[in-house]
T-cell receptor, first 116, second 109 residues
Framework: DTEVTQTPKHLVMGMTNKKSLKCEQH?????MYWYKQKAKKPPELMFV???????INESVPSRFSPECPNSSLLNLHLHALQPEDSALYLC???????????????FGPGTRLLVL | GIQVEQSPPDLILQEGANSTLRCNFS?????LQWFHQNPWGQLINLFY?????KQNGRLSATTVATERYSLLYISSSQTTDSGVYFC???????????WGAGTKLIIKP
């Protein structure tokens, strides 16, 4: 099973709302990622979790708050977003680095977010 | 930091044609992946290929690590091959993929 699932598929929220994006994988991967992708651009890394601990935060504003409750789940909590945060949010997972084997990142289908 | 360049930026072909997409990178890498992003936004892994050659059906890829480039071959194109093809590399096993700008492929019926 090489599937990463994400919910919801689409989300419309106002600037005062609080919402959460969810990601799940059952490949036994211990590294999980959040990316943001704007139209006609490649994905941009936001956060990386390794062994359920935050290991990379690419200077993301605090209105985005990641959480990794266990080795299969990754959440992204959203609060007081701006219209420019509208984008496709992608989750990915992979082997942790330093282990033998390939380092493929597997991506979920994404959540298309619109902030009004 | 490492630079990744993809060419061509756009490619329009008739169904049944063959194509070659190129990815050049500026330093040695230990991870190189090719992805296809379909019109609905799904990023699909095509190949993990830091070196060597792989084939999967109508698709194949070759990475010549010593010369810092990778090629993706698509044979007998189908309309479902349309989308954006990304090459992404990882330099130091640091989780951070560096992405090319992508090649937008349109296959006309």
């Amino acid at each position: 099973d090489t599937e990463v699932t994400q919910t919801p598929k689409h989300l419309v929220m106002g600037m005062t709302n609080k919402k959460s994006l969810k990601c799940e994988q059952h490949m036994g991967h211990r590294a999980m990622y959040w990316y943001k992708q704007k139209a006609k651009k490649p994905p941009e890394l936001m956060f990386v979790y390794s062994y359920e601990k935050l290991s990379i935060n690419e200077s993301v504003p605090s209105r985005f708050s990641p959480e990794c409750p266990n080795s299969s789940l990754l959440n992204l909590h959203l609060h007081a977003l701006q219209p420019e945060d509208s984008a496709l949010y992608l989750c990915a997972s992979s082997q942790v680095r330093g282990l033998a084997g390939d380092e493929t990142q597997y991506f979920g289908p994404g959540t298309r977010l619109l902030v009004l | 930091g490492i630079q990744v360049e993809q060419s061509p930026p756009d490619l329009i072909l008739q169904e049944g044609a063959n194509s070659t997409l190129r990815c050049n990178f500026s330093d040695s890498v230990n991870n190189l992946q090719w992805f296809h992003q379909n019109p609905w936004g799904q990023l699909i892994n095509l190949f993990y290929i830091p070196s060597g050659t792989k084939q999967n059906g109508r698709l194949s890829a070759t990475t010549v690590a010593t010369e810092r480039y990778s090629l993706l071959y698509i044979s007998s194109s189908q309309t479902t091959d349309s989308g954006v093809y990304f090459c992404a590399v990882e330099e130091d096993s640091n989780y951070q993929l560096i992405w090319g700008a992508g090649t937008k492929l349109i296959i006309k019926p």
